[in-house]
Each structure stands twice: as structure tokens, then as C-alpha cells.
């Protein structure tokens, strides 16, 4: 099977235990668990199988030590992380709010992830790949955006795919070179994966619809659209398909949309059809939102077959 690379940050995240709880004041606290959107990604790759790596650093202490053990064990290839000595690994802290919303403090950009680069180890990583995944969360300095660019050009130079999920905040658009950067990657991408309002920020179109033709008319072969808590939609030059979601109880939606897109990626290299492929994709992020913690929920294909045959549609 063709192997899969993603590269970015990985970090820990701990997380209020209690709706409205504010880091003002002390609270307890969840966590660390493993972490990082690429990190969430690649792992859900791993658990159905699919050969997989990652690059990336992290730091020398626990919280890189329980990121690595925890993708190892998972099956992903970590040959492509680094151990940076001088910084620690990169850290989230969440509270959850009482209308559904999340906020986070960060430390990525002063932290081990932040010096990532295609290592020796990581470029031949990328010479045995057929399909490489870019996150837009990953995109947080231009240095990390270069590598990503020649990680892209090396896969497509080995006559490999490229997906991307911009997964990025509206502010960063708002930077010439960001904009520029994620303009190099959609006209590179082959399949495309966003989320909600996220089809129109890389367009000039207004409409939902005319922003996926425009979309498709850059060349990326097929959109395959996130809309949490009503289902997903597929679209390319000849189909368009949309399925509801899975009711299920949302403990964390932290992590649901990479696990989506990463079995929906998966299902695809492996020769299923768009639609069923979508539904293994609403599935894998209804049973993501079960848990607590971002990469807790990933799931194997005899988990998602037992929780599809056994779970009605919202």
C-alpha cells in the first residue's frame, strides 16, 4: 500500500476538567495526551493499517517521550522525528465553554516543533512516499512553510498525491506570504479537505458552490467537505454526495476533523468509492468526539464496520 508522510507539530494537550472553568484561577486539570494535528492525523492513518510517518521534533523530555510511544506503538513510523536537546516539546492548554467553544493557550512557535526540518531521515522518508498531507495549522512560520514546499515538490517529483486541510485561522490570511503559501499549496493539492466555511477562504467566491468549482478548476481532483454535526459532502467533476452524521455523544471535538480526513484519505488510496469512503469518514469522527482527549478516539476499520452497523444517522 502506498505510504502516507504528513509533517508538523506534535505537542501535549491538558485540558480543564470542568465546562467554564477559566485558567485565571487554579482548577484541575487533565492530561498531558498526545497531540498536535498532523500527530492526531497520522496515527488515525496508522490504526487502519495504512503504512505511514511523520515529521517533526520534539523535545527531550516526557511529553516528546509520550507523543513517540504512543504513535510507535500505534504503527506510525517516527524515524522522521527529531529530539531537539535545547527546547521542550510544544504544549496546548484548553478550557471548554458553556456555549461549545474552546479556547487554548499555545506554546508551538517557541518550541521544539517549531525546528523541524527535512532531516536526512525525513528526506528519505519522503523519497519512499506516494502520498504526502499538509496541515494548515502547521503553516505558523515561513521556515516551516519552505520545508513543507520542498516536501510537496518531492513527492510530486516521485509522481506521488498531495491532500490539504487548511484547518487555519481567517486572521492569518490577513499576512501576504500566508496567503501566498496556501495559494502554492491548493494548486498543488489532489484532494482537498475542509471544514465548514473553510471551502470560500481560499476563493473569491462568496457562494459555497461556486467556491468548490473554483476549487476543482485549479485542478485539485476531489473536495471532500466537513460539516460536523451535519455529516460530509464529496464533490468532484462528476459526483456530488452528502451523507449525514452519526449521533453520537461529544465528550471532545478536539481531533474529530483530522480523524476524518485521515479515513477518508485512507479509504480512498485504497480503492473504495467516494460514498463509501465518506461514510467510514463520518464515522471516524463520531467515535472522535466520544472521547476525552484528541487522539484517544482514533479507530480501526472493525471498530468503525461495529459502530456504522450498529448506530443510526442523526
Not at 65 to 71: G, H, V
Not at 94 to 106: A, L
Not at 144 to 152: R, W
Not at 183 to 192: H, K, M, P, Q, R
Request: proline share 4%; charged share 20%.
Amino acid at each position: 500500500m502506498s505510504k502516507i508522510m504528513t509533517m508538523g507539530e506534535i505537542l501535549v494537550e491538558i485540558m480543564a476538567t470542568e465546562v467554564g472553568q477559566s485558567f485565571r484561577q487554579p482548577g484541575a486539570l487533565a492530561g498531558p495526551y498526545p497531540s498536535g494535528a498532523p500527530a492526531i492525523f497520522i496515527d488515525q492513518v496508522a490504526k487502519l493499517k495504512q503504512p505511514c510517518g511523520i515529521i517533526s521534533s520534539v523535545g527531550d523530555d516526557d511529553f516528546g517521550a509520550l507523543n513517540m510511544f504512543r504513535l510507535s506503538d500505534d504503527g506510525v513510523d517516527i524515524s522522521g522525528i527529531s529530539i531537539n536537546k535545547k527546547v521542550a516539546t510544544g504544549t496546548a492548554f484548553v478550557t471548554y465553554q458553556k456555549n461549545g467553544s474552546r479556547d487554548f493557550i499555545f506554546n508551538i512557535t517557541n518550541s521544539a516543533c517549531a525546528h523541524l526540518s527535512l532531516t536526512p531521515s525525513a528526506t528519505l522518508l519522503l523519497k519512499n512516499c506516494k502520498h504526502f498531507h499538509v496541515m494548515g495549522s502547521s503553516l505558523f512560520s515561513f521556515r516551516i512553510i519552505d520545508e513543507i514546499k520542498k516536501a510537496i515538490e518531492i513527492v510530486k517529483g516521485n509522481g506521488g498525491t498531495i491532500s490539504f486541510d487548511p484547518n487555519i485561522r481567517k486572521e492569518m490570511l490577513k499576512i501576504p506570504e500566508m496567503r501566498e503559501a496556501l495559494n502554492f499549496i491548493l494548486e498543488y493539492t489532489d484532494i482537498f479537505l475542509p471544514s465548514g466555511a473553510d471551502i470560500s477562504m481560499l476563493t473569491s467566491a462568496t457562494k459555497e458552490d461556486e467556491a468548490i468549482e473554483e476549487i476543482l478548476d485549479l485542478g485539485v481532483r476531489e473536495i471532500a467537505l466537513k460539516r460536523g454535526r451535519n455529516g460530509g459532502s464529496f464533490y468532484n467533476r462528476t459526483e456530488q454526495i452528502s451523507l449525514p452524521a452519526f449521533a453520537n455523544s461529544e465528550i471532545d471535538p478536539t481531533g474529530a476533523g483530522d480523524c476524518f480526513g485521515a479515513t477518508f484519505l485512507v479509504c480512498r488510496l485504497q480503492g473504495m468509492s467516494a460514498e463509501d469512503s465518506l461514510r467510514y469518514a463520518n464515522a471516524s469522527g463520531a467515535l472522535a468526539v466520544a472521547h476525552k482527549g484528541p487522539m484517544e478516539g482514533t479507530s480501526s476499520f472493525t471498530e468503525l464496520d461495529s459502530f456504522i452497523n450498529n448506530t443510526k444517522v442523526c
